[in-house]
């Protein structure tokens, strides 16, 4: 929640992904609204901090898509809402139990 949330959780993609490249594949405004797509891809170098704990560097690489809405008030991010496959995510890193 918040400005530090989303710093936070951009944070721990940007320890677990050292060459993590987020790209926007499209995007739409209006008003003080805006919906972005795009793909993440990168190799899984380094500790992903998770809710169940650390997962340790697997070396895997990932690519996945994502979505975003965002609410925004002159230049401030008013809120920011992040949609992506995390059961992919997880399965791409090897780490979903059989």
Known sequence: TG???????LSVFQGAFS??????????????NASVEGTFDGVHDGV??????????????????????????GSELMSEHLYFDQLDFLGQLGVLPG
Not at 25 to 32: A, I, Q, R
Request: net charge negative; charged share 25%.
């Open 19 to 32: 060459d993590g490249r987020l790209t926007v594949g499209s995007y739409v405004v209006d008003d003080d």
């Open 48 to 73: 992903l901090q998770s809710p169940s704990g650390p997962v340790e560097p697997t070396g895997r690489p990932v690519s996945f898509r994502w979505s975003a809405t965002y609410r925004i008030d």
């Open 3 to 9: 400005r530090e949330g989303v710093l936070g959780f």
